[in-house]
């Protein structure tokens, strides 16, 4: 069983900066892509960002490219989420989640097989 421990977050001034942090359990964290969503009150979940096996891809959604960045320590079972310039739209819980071993579509939530518990982030203006 997979386990997705997420830390970082919080409450921020609109302009500034949060490092959203995800833990992976288990030894093939290096096998899989990695994603992060992010879910506003009353609206569905929605694609931010995600990195390939190695790190050596990126992709990011419109709303978040140039501003949000996402990395990958392999070693440490762990993969990053660094949020600058942030906006009140970016208000949101946050989730990490694994991209199933069948692959599937990066953006599409229905395609990732586990998740993170979810953080509240809020941008105040």
């Known amino acids: 069983q997979v386990q997705l421990v997420e830390s970082g977050g919080g409450l921020v001034q609109a302009g500034g900066s949060l490092r959203r942090s995800c833990a992976a359990s288990?030894?093939?964290?290096?096998?899989?892509?990695m994603g992060w969503f992010r879910q506003a009150s009353g609206k569905e979940r929605k694609f931010v960002a995600v990195?390939?096996?190695?790190?050596?891809?990126?992709f990011y959604a419109d709303s978040v490219a140039g501003r949000f960045t996402i990395s990958r320590d392999n070693a440490r079972n762990t993969v990053y989420l660094q949020m600058n310039s942030l906006k009140p739209e970016d208000t949101a819980v946050y989730y990490c989640?694994?991209?199933?071993?069948?692959?599937?579509?990066?953006?599409?939530?229905?395609?990732?097989?586990?998740w993170g518990q979810g953080t509240q982030v809020t941008v105040s203006s």
């Open positions: 989640a694994r991209l199933g071993e069948n692959g599937g579509s990066w953006s599409d939530p229905n395609d990732y097989d586990y």
């Open positions: 288990g030894r093939t964290f290096s096998s899989y892509v």
């Open positions: 990195i390939s096996e190695s790190g050596g891809s990126t």
